[in-house]
Each structure stands twice: as structure tokens, then as C-alpha cells.
């Protein structure tokens, strides 16, 4: 398990939610309700970057309450008790992330936000979110859409995992990361975002050797390719190919 995580180093002073716009793909509408709704309260965060691989905690100390990823991409997780990381959601640019620490109880489980890239985060905490949230029904709507949307994401990655075998796991995470982080190539589209073979383990419950393994036999069967450290989802194939394994 990784040490204590690092925390984020402040840039100093607030910013409008609104003040930097994500760098490339289109930001979710319920991200743009929740954006939009902490502009009209006059909420002003405070700016963070996060180095790579570095964590913050969404459910504890002055920094639990609702951070908007300005730039960059990461994933929240959880550990279990012997160390094994569980990925629960993977975020991109202009996305807002833990909401649940706004209508959490006492005692949930410890979740962090690990940043796959350099990051930049703005920051409500808690206290200052209170407020707003009664009686305001554009911020509580976002927030309960952002919620029913993270919840949809697990449900079907959940029935994946226990209905599927491994293979048909891994081509639906591809498939599904390909939509979400896809960018257009020659030959498919690039899943243009720094995961692990292990990190793609945690995401479906199987181990780094056999994600590797079913990787290769998909390579062989031209499902999938490389473009460097890259995977290159190939849709028609890889679709043809967990059609015929399910």
C-alpha cells in the first residue's frame, strides 16, 4: 500500500468556478449545472497542483468537499485493510469530483483521488457548501446527477464483473475508456489516458498478469494495438470479439 498521501500544493488565492475552462473534451452537463450554480452563490475556491502520482483524501481534514479538476486527469480510489487498490471512477478535465463528502455520515470508508498526470484542482470546502446547498435546487440537482451518473458507471462495470468472464470484462472497460478518453487514429481510437496494466486489473477485478495475457491474445486478434504506451481500441473487432465471447 502507498504511503500517506501527498498533499496538494496551493497556488494561492480564489477563482471563480467558471475562470479556466477544460483544455479538450466536452464537460458533462451536470458538471456545468454544479460549475454554474457555485458562480450564481459567489463561492470562490481555492487552486491546488498536484504532481503525478501524488493523492488527496475527499473525506478528511479542511480539504473534504467538492474540488473541480481544472486540468489534467485522475482516479479515485479506495484500499482494502491488506492493500489492495480498488479504482472506483476515472476523471478528466473540467469533471467535479467528491460530492459524496457533502452528504456522507461519520465512519465511511476512506476514499483519495490520485492524479494520473500533473493536475490542477480548485477546492469548496465543506463548510462553505452547506449553506448554498439548502434551498438551492440547481446546485442539489448537479450534484444529484453527477451521483446518478458515477452510480450508473459502477452498476454496469459491477454486473460486468459478475456475469462476465475476464476477456468480455476487458473489452467493455476498453470499449468504454475508448468513448470517454478516446482520441481519433489512423488505425482506431487511442485511449489517451495513463493507465497501468494493473490499474485496468483494479478497474474489472482481475490481476496485471491476466490483463496482460488477454491483451495480447486481442493484439493477436487484431481487436487491439499499441501506439506506444498507448492502446489502440479497434471498435468493430474488439466489439465482433466480445459479442462472440460473452
Do not use: W
Amino acid at each position: 500500500m502507498k504511503g500517506r498521501p501527498e498533499g496538494p500544493k496551493e497556488r494561492g488565492g480564489q477563482m471563480r468556478a467558471s475562470a479556466l475552462l477544460p483544455r479538450c473534451r466536452e464537460v458533462p452537463s451536470y458538471s456545468q449545472e454544479i460549475r454554474a450554480a457555485l458562480d450564481s452563490l459567489g463561492i470562490g475556491g481555492k487552486c491546488f497542483r498536484l504532481s503525478k502520482g501524488s493523492m488527496v483524501s475527499l473525506h478528511e481534514g479542511a480539504r473534504s468537499g467538492l474540488h473541480l479538476l481544472l486540468g489534467g486527469r485522475m482516479k479515485t480510489l479506495r484500499f482494502s485493510e491488506d492493500g489492495r487498490v480498488m479504482i472506483l471512477d476515472l476523471l478528466d478535465t473540467g469533471e467535479v469530483f467528491g460530492e459524496i463528502a457533502l452528504v456522507a455520515e461519520e465512519g465511511t470508508e476512506p476514499t483519495y483521488a490520485e492524479a494520473l498526470e500533473d493536475v490542477e484542482i480548485e477546492t469548496f470546502p465543506r463548510f462553505a457548501l452547506d449553506a448554498g446547498l439548502r434551498g438551492r435546487s440547481t446546485l442539489a440537482l448537479g450534484l444529484a446527477r453527477l451521483m446518478a451518473a458515477r452510480r450508473k458507471r459502477l452498476e454496469r462495470r459491477l454486473e460486468t464483473q459478475v456475469f462476465q468472464r475476464v476477456p468480455v470484462r476487458l473489452a467493455s472497460l476498453l470499449l468504454e475508456l475508448a468513448e470517454r478518453f478516446g482520441e481519433p487514429a489512423e488505425t482506431g481510437t487511442v485511449v489517451d489516458i495513463a493507465l497501468s496494466q494493473q490499474d485496468l486489473g483494479n478497474l474489472i477485478g482481475a490481476s496485471r498478469e491476466i490483463v496482460s495475457l488477454t491483451l495480447s491474445e486481442f493484439r493477436r486478434r487484431e481487436a487491439v494495438s499499441m501506439l506506444g504506451r498507448r492502446i489502440v481500441v479497434h471498435e468493430p473487432e474488439l466489439r465482433r470479439e466480445a459479442a462472440s465471447l460473452s
